[in-house]
């Protein structure tokens, strides 16, 4: 999809329906400087608003995430097109996620065993010390929590008998143990506890 492309588009059909950005952005609920980021190329509008913006610039969804008017003929090619575009963008911020949450996985352990071991070279034995391992513990899970809600919202895990696409609720694969990225879950379809391996496609 070319937000740039979209943005013009949204331009063109708010001029033509005779609507200035603060007339829009009020029959949408919405701040004007929404509507100038859409039309920039910056933001796209959420999907919870789109039927209803489309209705307002009398276009379809297509046309809106086309970026252009589309004829009868070229309907069929368009639609097979945007879901490919779709797929594709979904698939790209799917790898943005999953590299952010090794990113996060990998400085945090960095950071513990830094920490380790300036605590166990600088601070005296005893109390402190304990404390401050303590501590750090804490600190390094935070992340590490964080990092599993990434880890859910992408993808699947694949059930290693019928092969079958779970999506676990963050409390079900924070429970379930796993090794790496392969977790240990029930299958909704055969019913049967396997080590289920995670998939981004």
Excluded at 70 to 99: G, H
Excluded at 121 to 127: C, K, N
Aim: some cysteine; aromatic content about 8%.
């Amino acid at each position: 999809m070319n937000q740039i492309k979209i943005g013009r588009f949204i331009a063109e059909r708010r001029k033509a329906v005779k609507l200035t950005q603060l007339q829009l952005a009020d029959r949408l609920n919405i701040t004007d400087k929404a509507i100038s980021k859409w039309e920039r190329g910056i933001a796209m509008p959420d999907t919870s608003i789109m039927l209803q913006l489309c209705d307002i610039l009398e276009i379809n969804v297509n046309e809106l995430l086309s970026g252009e008017k589309i004829s009868m003929e070229n309907s069929n090619q368009k639609n097979e097109q945007l879901l490919i575009d779709i797929s594709k963008e979904i698939e790209r911020k799917n790898k943005v996620i999953w590299t952010s949450m090794w990113v996060i996985m990998t400085v945090s352990i960095i950071a513990l065993l830094a920490g380790c071991f300036i605590t166990a070279f600088f601070i005296p034995e005893g109390v402190w010390q304990i404390v401050t391992l303590l501590g750090l513990c804490i600190v390094f899970l935070i992340p590490c929590f964080y990092a599993l809600k990434l880890e859910v919202s992408v993808g699947v895990y694949k059930c290693k008998k019928c092969g079958c696409e779970i999506v676990p609720t963050y409390s079900e694969a924070l429970n379930a143990m796993h090794m790496g990225t392969t977790r240990y879950l029930k299958c909704p379809k055969c019913k049967k506890r396997t080590w289920c391996k995670k998939v981004l496609k």
